[in-house]
Structure formats: C-alpha cells, structure tokens
C-alpha cells in the first residue's frame, strides 16, 4: 500500500533515545511547531509502521505515550487525532513560594534547589501538568492503577537513570513516594526491629529518623574530606554485624563530600567482606557535571540504589527510584512498600513521566544546576577562605565556625536576623559533633537575595557572640 503524498512521518533520526520515545517527541515537537494542527487526524498505527519500516507495536506504544503526555486522542472507529491545546489561563507560580514565610526571613533548614531563573520554563512546568490533568480520563482519576507497570512510569525512571545506570531493566525498579518512602520500604525489607545499621557519622536526618521508627540502631562510622573512612567501616562492620550500610557518595548531606573512584572501591570492598548490602542515596547525583560511577554500578548484586526527582526538579515532585540488585529483591521491596505507604502516588508519577519523556525535567535539572553554580560563586566571593565546605554544582555549604562561636549561639544569632539553619547535632550518629551548620544556598528566592543572606553569613563570622560581651 502506497502512504498518501500527504502523510505525516516523524522525524527520528538522531534521536538518542528508544523509538517509541523518539516518535512521542517528534509529535510534541511538530505540534508547537506548527507542522501538526488541533483536530488533525494521525496515520493509522500500521501504515505509519509500514511507511517507516518499523514493528507495528512500536508505532502502537509511541501513540500511547503521546496519547499519555496529553498530546492526541484515540477516536473508537475514527482515528487518532491531535488533541486542542490545554487553556493558556493557568496560572503562574507566585513570585515568592508559599513555604517562604515572613516577608524578610530565610528559610534554609530544608535543602531544596534554587528556583531556576526562567520564567519560560516555569510556564512550561505548568502546562505540562496541565496537560498531564486533561489527558486522564475520568475512570482513572477515580480508581486505583492496574497492578505492574501499566503507565510506564518504571520505563520512565530507568530512562532518567540511564546516565548514571545504562542498560537497567525496568523490572529492577520500583517507584516510590520520595526519598522517606524508599528509605521506609528498603529498611523495612532489610532489617527487623532491634537490629543494626550504619551510616556516616553525619548522615541524612530522614534516614535517623525512619530508623528510629522501625526501632532500629544506628551506628556512625568516621569520616574524613572523602566521605566513610573505609577502615574504620571494616572495624564496625566487623564488631555490630549490620544488616545495612546507609551512605551518601556524592554531594553528602550536609557536608557535600563526594568520594573519589578509590575510596567508593575500597567501601565496596568492604561490604563484600562481612556480606552487607549497600543503601546508596544518590539523590544529589544528577547535578555534578562529571560525577564519579555510582556504588550500584560498581557493585550492582549488593547496592541498592536511590535517586529521584525532589533536589534537581522539585521537592514538590515526592517521586524517587530504587534499584534492587535484582527483580527478586525489587518484588520483595514492592511488598514492603505495599505494607508501608502503598505507593507513589499516580498522579505525581503521571507528571514526572511526562518531565522525563517531553525533556522537561533534563531542562529543569540543567537549570537549578546553573542557578547553584552562580549561588556558590556568590559564596566563594562573600564568606571567608576556608569557612566552608561545598562543590561546585551543590546548593548546599557546611559552614565551619571559629573558635568564638558554639554552633547553638550561631543558629540563634541568625534567626534574629531573620535565617534559619540547621545544627550539626540534627545529622550526628556518633557523640563527636563539629561546630557546623548546613546552609542551603536554594532557600533564598534569587541571587540578590542569597548575596543579602551570605553578607549577614559573613559579617557574623568576623563577631563575637553576646555572650562573650560584645553587642553585635
């Protein structure tokens, strides 16, 4: 059968990505572009398979994705059709967010990206989730998904992945609702109340905090400027026998240590020794531009690995990745999360599946990376040599104060001048506590208000606190 002079084909070639995504986004594409119209019908699946040499169900998926971005509808006996535009009237962000507070006061005890200096990005984060509303249809919206992967949203995340993990099948990943969620169902799949785990001596405060919960103990291990000191791993490793290693490789929380390609080998040298199975949260690991390789790619039969989408697209997006060493174990960690919290919730992996696949979410990511890079040339420019640790793409600092301060008096010195950070005691596992603060250089709305924070940063670390009988 010969296709009409008049047929749409999309244009793929080049296209670094699977066929059904290319084609997707060559629909999205002509659509702004102005080469596909509003009512427009689409080729049949098969004479659109057959004019571009491909298997007719990779024509079928790549209409379903589209029809899953809200791009086209499926007509029963007429066709596929493109969709009208969703209405221009949504509204914009606000100019400050809602989580700021007081006109004047600083938030930073949440580390959360830098709002991205763009406001046409902006609008296209909220026409995406505008279109991602009006393309579930009715049914959906008020039952629960079907069991597996109906949506693709697993396909989707070994997608955002891909950089950091190539070749990762989907059925080694679950979805999660954020970080906490993935952390609640790893430790739950893991360990039983009374048991043992360990971490960095200053770890993420969530992971304490699900500890605690599941009635866990947390053990610290040492560290130095390159994060888990890996003999000081083996000798607690071998002395409280731990059903877990919990650790932060790249960009750690709070003190942004990244460990080199020895050290990460020498930690997972050691977890194969006494048999432990690796948590590696890498949800900092899209932003550096040249990250070390990940543990689960040194050691994918004992790591399980954590990423998602709350610190390099939005916190509002409470979605993460975990990747099981095998489809054994993520079936066994789906169970944990079904006994736990269910599941991520459909409508926000309905709109991160739409960020990864339409670009959106590599466009924001590119975006807060930027932002975090001028926010620390800021603060190399302000703060003292020395008085703090940070990389370059991190949006967080672990501030390092003098002798004259404790870190008490300094977080509360600040939030008279209207900041508020957080003290090295909330990430502490072992009784050796530094005189820190973390500072999250995205809490502030932009770069002239970061400056305005970093200046009162600075001035207060050249004074004395009131209690050494200085008036500052």
């Known amino acids: 059968m010969q296709p009409d002079q008049n047929l749409w084909v999309p244009e793929i070639e080049g296209r670094d990505k699977p066929v059904y995504l290319a084609i997707a986004d060559a629909i999205a594409e002509d659509i702004r572009a102005g080469r596909l119209s509003p009512g427009q019908r689409l080729p049949p699946q098969r004479l659109l398979a057959e004019h571009m040499g491909i298997d007719f169900t990779t024509v079928s998926r790549a209409y379903g994705e589209a029809r899953h971005r809200g791009l086209i509808d499926a007509r029963v006996g007429q066709g596929t059709f493109v969709r009208a535009p969703a209405s221009t009237s949504t509204p914009r962000a606000p100019e400050r967010p809602m989580s700021a507070g007081p006109a004047g006061f600083v938030d930073m005890t949440m580390n959360q990206p830098p709002l991205p200096d763009s406001p046409g990005l902006l609008d296209r984060l909220h026409q995406g989730m505008a279109a991602v509303l009006s393309g579930i249809g009715l049914p959906a919206i008020l039952r629960y998904p079907e069991a597996g992967d109906p949506n693709g949203d697993r396909v989707a995340g070994a997608h955002w992945l891909c950089r950091r993990l190539p070749d990762l099948p989907a059925e080694r990943l679950l979805v999660c609702p954020g970080t906490q969620g993935a952390l609640l169902a790893l430790l739950t799949a893991l360990a039983r109340p009374g048991d043992t785990v360990c971490a960095e001596a200053l770890t993420y405060p969530g992971f304490k905090a699900v ?11 040492p560290m130095d400027a390159d994060g888990i000191d890996p003999d000081a791993l083996r000798a607690v490793l071998a002395q409280h026998r731990p059903k877990a290693l919990y650790c932060m ?6 003190t942004t240590a990244t ?13 194969r020794e006494h048999g ?3 948590i ?29 989408l709350a610190k390099c697209v939005s916190p509002m997006l409470r979605i993460a990745y975990v990747v099981a060493p095998d489809a054994r174990q993520a079936l066994k960690l789906t169970a944990a999360q079904r006994a736990t ?10 709109i991160a599946h739409r960020w990864i696949a339409d670009g959106t979410a590599d466009a924001v990511l590119d975006a807060v990376r930027s932002e975090a890079v001028a926010r620390r040339q800021l603060a190399d420019s302000i703060l003292p040599p020395r008085s703090f640790q940070s990389k370059r793409e991190a949006f967080h600092l672990w501030l390092r104060l003098p002798d004259t301060w404790t870190r008490g008096e300094f977080a509360t010195h600040l939030r008279t001048r209207g900041i508020a950070a957080v003290v090295s005691d909330t990430f502490a596992t072992t009784s050796e506590i530094p005189e820190s603060l973390r500072i999250c250089l995205g809490a502030p709305i932009d770069r002239a208000e970061t400056r305005r924070v970093l200046t009162i940063l600075a001035e207060a670390l050249d004074q004395l606190p009131v209690s050494a009988g200085v008036i500052i």
């Open 211 to 221: 500890a605690a919960q599941l009635g866990l103990r947390v053990v610290g291990v």
């Open 249 to 254: 490789p790249t960009f750690h929380n709070p």
């Open 259 to 271: 460990m080199p390609l020895e050290r990460r080998n020498a930690v997972v040298a050691a977890a």
């Open 276 to 278: 432990v199975p690796i």
């Open 280 to 308: 590696e949260d890498d949800i900092y690991g899209p932003l550096p531009m040249d990250p070390p390789r990940p543990l689960a790619a040194l050691a994918p039969d004992i790591t399980f690995h954590v990423s998602g």
């Open 341 to 350: 919290s269910l599941m991520a919730s459909p409508l926000t992996s309905a």
